[in-house]
Structures are given as structure tokens and as C-alpha cells.
């Protein structure tokens, strides 16, 4: 990438691609520049256009790539770049919506009703789990 798509980006468009870099939820992005998500969301693809690339990781990695100074970028914050420090498996944990903080999402990402059915399969394969090691242990002790 060259200086000169990087300079066509607003500092709007910089702000907006930085909370990507740090894993940022549009609507966190939003709230944090105190604009609607909608707005954010055009910054990004304005900005991921203006780069010349077709999706936002692609666009968020090149830019630390090619300017690592940029303050507030986290390379390890994105998919794909410090691969050995940040297995796969963690990062596409990390992207899940849960109804718990995780270390790389400190907010809740489901609404109510997310939360309560997630918290109800959880239960219920703690059950479920409960229920076959009981099973399993009834039939090895008739055995004996």
C-alpha cells in the first residue's frame, strides 16, 4: 500500500478503522465517537474502499503493515497477523458472540433474550453431561 491511498483517508475513517484494529463492535466504535453505527459502518467501507480493498480485516492489516506507528493499533488485536502468538482456534473464540465478557470482548454481546437461551443450553448440557456420567457410573457399579 502506498502513501498515497493512505492519505486519501479522513481522520474519520482512521478513528473507525483503529477500533477495528482493536476489535471494536460498530456500535462500540460509535458510541466511543459518539456517532450513529450506521455512520461508522460507511466510514469503514468508504475507508476499506479508499485503500482498495474488499473487506475490513484485509484493509486493518495492511494499514499497521505499512504504518505501524499509527497510534492505538494492536497487531495482535487482529485475525491473522501474529499468528503463532494468537492461535486461530482463540481468535474465532474471541469473535463468538457469548453472553459472558471474554478477555477479547469485554462486553456483552447479546441482548437479553440471547443471554437467557444461552444460559438455558448451558444449563442443560451441564445436565445432560451429569445425567450420562451418573448413568455411566450406575452401569459399572452393577457390574461389580
Given at each position: 500500500m502506498?502513501?498515497?491511498?493512505?492519505?486519501?483517508?479522513?481522520?474519520?475513517?482512521?478513528?473507525?478503522l483503529r477500533g477495528v484494529a482493536q476489535y471494536k463492535r460498530t456500535k462500540d466504535i460509535a458510541i466511543e465517537l459518539d456517532l450513529s453505527p450506521k455512520t461508522v459502518d460507511a466510514y469503514i467501507a468508504s475507508a476499506v474502499r479508499k485503500l482498495g480493498f474488499t473487506d475490513r480485516d484485509s484493509a486493518v492489516r495492511a494499514l499497521v503493515?505499512?504504518?505501524?506507528?499509527?497510534?492505538?493499533f494492536s497487531s495482535s488485536a487482529i485475525s491473522g497477523v501474529e499468528a503463532a502468538i494468537v492461535p486461530v482456534a482463540g481468535s474465532l473464540l474471541g469473535r463468538l458472540p457469548w453472553p459472558f465478557p471474554t478477555q477479547e470482548r469485554p462486553a456483552n454481546d447479546l441482548g437479553y433474550p440471547g443471554t437467557v437461551a444461552a444460559v438455558i443450553i448451558a444449563a442443560s448440557m451441564m445436565v445432560a453431561a451429569a445425567s450420562l456420567y451418573m448413568l455411566v457410573i450406575r452401569m459399572l457399579t452393577e457390574r461389580l
Amino acid at each position: 500500500m502506498d502513501d498515497s491511498r493512505l492519505s486519501l483517508l479522513t481522520p474519520r475513517e482512521l478513528e473507525c478503522l483503529r477500533g477495528v484494529a482493536q476489535y471494536k463492535r460498530t456500535k462500540d466504535i460509535a458510541i466511543e465517537l459518539d456517532l450513529s453505527p450506521k455512520t461508522v459502518d460507511a466510514y469503514i467501507a468508504s475507508a476499506v474502499r479508499k485503500l482498495g480493498f474488499t473487506d475490513r480485516d484485509s484493509a486493518v492489516r495492511a494499514l499497521v503493515a505499512h504504518n505501524p506507528e499509527l497510534g492505538g493499533f494492536s497487531s495482535s488485536a487482529i485475525s491473522g497477523v501474529e499468528a503463532a502468538i494468537v492461535p486461530v482456534a482463540g481468535s474465532l473464540l474471541g469473535r463468538l458472540p457469548w453472553p459472558f465478557p471474554t478477555q477479547e470482548r469485554p462486553a456483552n454481546d447479546l441482548g437479553y433474550p440471547g443471554t437467557v437461551a444461552a444460559v438455558i443450553i448451558a444449563a442443560s448440557m451441564m445436565v445432560a453431561a451429569a445425567s450420562l456420567y451418573m448413568l455411566v457410573i450406575r452401569m459399572l457399579t452393577e457390574r461389580l
